[in-house]
């Protein structure tokens, strides 16, 4: 004789069944479960469900996923390949949050659902008692059902039968194991299913790698592939050169954009070119922002020239020493708008606004740093 797996009762309401689950609860029942059609208002509260347990799963798989995105970020800045980017440390906490978010929600979503469909579901074991049976079959269209499992505490298989005659269930009726679900054990690392994850694998990477190696190139998805304009540093033979990226023409000027005419003229910038602005308590808050974020990782936040690139760049000299002092506010613009021996031009990633605001600050650094006792 097969082993018992629950006693089975049937209503034919949805009151029936809320009373049914209160009445099971009241009575001591712990293993026991409901089917509806359709979900009931109000089940929850009657059985007494307790949180689910998954919560606390995707909770801990998150914080693993966020302190491993922490970790990793933090070795790859501080140790492995440490870069100053525009005056930030080198571990930019507010910069990686991003990352550390999407590594969060992405672990704890995608492995929350593999392990309820394996650890709790025990996949790919799908077989169940209550499957291809009548009880599973009425109430999946119109009637309402509750088991009570043998393995609870309380059961006892005439108190259990008693139980549902007491509230009046129907078609009351014994689920046993079949010999399949009795010896069947959790199979994720049985052969077939692990050739099964390989196949579909290499489906996966064979249909991937079709459609975006080839299907897109063939018509009609290449409709875009050709298109009537020209590649950067690609052959154009509409012009006598064959080259497709032309020179300004020769003696014009865009509009908006006055060339500097000091370019390869120091002494002559240093003399000619004057600060338009005035040294005010917001132009020498931009200019330190500005200075921290470009010249501080190698001039040092002082301008002393204690570059926090060390090791990686040849070390500035100091900023306050008496030979920059003694150049005028042109000829410190010059440096920063042209770039000088290892330093490059900073006319792209600064406005002109902005260059004189940070030569504003180098003056007030260079007082700060070489103060007399009248200051």
């Not at 010999?179 to 692990?194: S, W």
């Amino acid at each position: 004789m097969s082993k018992l797996y629950a006693i089975t009762g049937l209503f034919d309401k949805p009151e029936d069944i809320i009373q049914a689950a209160k009445a099971a609860v009241k009575t001591g029942y712990t293993k026991y479960d409901v089917n509806t059609p359709y979900p009931v208002h109000g089940m929850d509260d009657a059985m007494k469900l307790p949180p689910s347990k998954l919560g606390y799963v995707a909770l801990v798989i998150g914080l693993m996923g966020a302190a491993f995105a922490l970790f990793a970020m933090w070795y790859i800045n501080t140790i492995d390949y440490p870069q100053v980017i525009g005056g930030k440390p080198f571990f930019p906490l507010p910069a990686l949050i991003p990352i550390t978010f999407e590594v969060t929600v992405l672990s704890a979503s995608v492995l929350t659902v593999l392990i309820m469909l394996f650890v709790f579901f025990k996949l790919p074991n799908n077989s169940h008692p209550l499957h291809d049976t009548e009880y599973m079959k009425r109430v999946s269209s119109d009637m309402y059902g509750i088991y009570i499992m043998a393995d609870d505490p309380e059961f006892d298989e005439f108190k259990v039968r008693g139980f549902l005659e007491d509230i009046d269930a129907k078609e009351i009726s014994a689920i046993y194991y079949d010999d399949e679900e009795l010896n069947t054990r959790h199979r994720v690392f049985e052969p077939k299913f692990i050739i099964f994850l390989i196949a579909a694998g290499i489906l996966n990477s064979a249909l991937v790698y079709f459609v975006y190696n080839k299907l897109l190139y063939m018509p009609p998805f290449d409709f875009m592939e050709e298109q009537a304009k020209v590649i950067p540093q690609d052959e154009d033979t509409y012009f006598a050169d064959n080259f497709s990226m032309r020179l300004p023409v020769r003696g014009t000027v865009a509009r908006g954009d006055m060339p500097y005419l000091y370019s390869n003229n120091p002494e002559g910038a240093g003399a000619d070119i004057v600060n338009p602005l005035l040294p005010t308590k917001a132009n020498l808050a931009k200019g330190e922002q500005k200075y921290n974020t470009f010249c501080s990782p190698c001039h040092g936040y002082l301008g002393n020239g204690e570059s926090r690139m060390r090791g990686q760049f040849p070390v500035p000299p100091s900023l306050n020493s008496q030979k920059v002092i003694s150049w005028s506010d042109g000829r410190i613009y010059h440096v920063i708008m042209a770039g000088q021996n290892t330093m490059p031009s900073y006319s792209k990633q600064t406005t002109e606004d902005e260059r004189w605001t940070i030569v504003q600050y180098i003056r007030a650094l260079q007082r700060s740093q070489n103060a007399g006792e009248t200051d």
